[in-house]
């Protein structure tokens, strides 16, 4: 197996992307979430190249991919997702599965919305798209929905914060010996961009425009039907487990399973999940 490492313009715009896998094979488009980006796929990409052509762009503002200014570029989910729906384009990619982490869920729920056809199935890692799923952990994001005064935005920092990555790492797996320093570490470095603060503070304050679309996607759901896998970190303190069951209620079928760690369940578990989701393609895509 050979990963490339490879930048693509995207109407202007240059996207980092990690591939790997025949390009001839079935898509998977793996999407990432915060503080992240693409490294955080380096142990499930091994899981799925032998069979499929696998993808995963870093979003903009986040990991190798462009970071332009505020002023240049709204960082809103809605426009983050038209970056990755052009990717996709010029790519050439005609459907594609995708597996969708945290910011990676409204990202990938998003273009379901938008290009219905295009999704052969969907794995949901602790992404989440139901209310029952958001835990109290997002009150102060709430707060800064609710009165988005310069006080409640400042007061989100700590989530930017290194003691917070490392609790995102780390919380809820049974040995933190065997999560890996160096995602975290190189989260922290990208957080700690010039600039970077600022993108992550309007891209949380823009997070309540995916709960409002909560009620779209749940629809597209239940009238799509499209293959769901649902597997998640049971111990996430963010993203909780009746987020996944509840995929179950639009989706009859959707297999749902958890493991016994925490948000970045692929640190300590990307052995498991990937099997679960060759199973689970290799039933839907071949």
Request: zero cysteines; aromatic letters at 12%.
């Amino acid at each position: 197996m050979t990963v490339r490492f490879n930048t693509v313009d995207v109407d202007g715009l240059k996207v980092f992307y990690r591939s790997a896998g025949d390009p001839n094979a079935p898509v998977v488009l793996l999407l990432h979430g915060f503080p992240s980006a693409s490294h955080m796929f380096r142990d499930l990409i091994p899981e799925l190249a032998g069979k499929y052509h696998v993808l995963a762009p870093d979003l903009p503002g986040f990991g190798m991919t462009e970071q332009p200014a505020r002023n240049a570029f709204a960082y809103t989910f809605e426009n983050i997702t038209k970056v990755v729906g052009r990717f996709t384009d010029v790519l050439g990619l005609k459907r594609f599965a995708i597996y969708v982490f945290d910011y990676g869920a409204p990202v990938g729920f998003r273009l379901a919305l938008a290009h219905p056809d295009r999704i052969t199935a969907i794995v949901s890692q602790n992404g989440n798209t139901y209310l029952e799923g958001v835990s109290e952990a997002f009150a102060p994001v709430q707060a800064y929905w609710n009165e988005p005064t310069q006080a409640n935005r400042d007061a989100l920092r700590d989530f930017l914060a290194p003691q917070t990555t490392l609790f995102q790492y780390t919380h809820g797996v049974s040995d933190p010996a065997l999560v890996s320093p160096d995602g975290r570490n190189l989260d922290d470095f990208y957080l700690a961009r010039p600039g970077n603060d600022e993108i992550q503070l309007d891209l949380l304050g823009d997070y309540k425009t995916n709960v409002a679309l909560y009620g779209d996607i749940q629809a597209y759901l239940r009238d799509k039907r499209p293959p769901v896998l649902a597997i998640w970190g049971k111990n996430d303190p963010f993203f909780i487990p009746p987020g996944a069951e509840a995929f179950k209620r639009d989706v009859p079928d959707a297999e749902v399973r958890f493991v016994d760690s925490g948000h970045f369940a692929l640190e300590t578990h990307a052995g498991e999940i990937g099997a679960a989701m060759r199973d689970f393609l290799a039933k839907h895509l071949g």
